[in-house]
């Protein structure tokens, strides 16, 4: 006795290996087309290792304050941000041991953050710390 299937109709069950071959061949896709930025560490301190230092360390120390529309102050004197890297160049100049208080609004963004912290470092000036 013979059972016929209904026309139209496979028996065979669908494979799934041309699907993970797509997959595979998406994420190669994406892993390279994607631009990888080179990631850099900043060595940050902790408020214990602030704490800790001397005075005299912390009487040579500037307090740089970015505000969230971008605004500068340096030491409570209005600062343009184009002149933040000149500046600060200057009193390392004076002071190769000068440290630097960043201070940020909570509402900033994270990229002029970033960008000044940049300017800071590019300037010379190795000891920062982000209040």
Known sequence: MRLDLPRGR?????????????VFILLLFFLLASHFHQWRALKLDTPAAVLNASHDTLSRALLLRVHANGALDLNGEPLDPAQLRPTLAGYHKRYPDLSLVLESDADLPLQPLVSVIDSVVASGIEELSLK
């Open 10 to 22: 496979s028996s065979r069950a669908i494979s799934l290996t041309p699907l993970i071959d797509v």
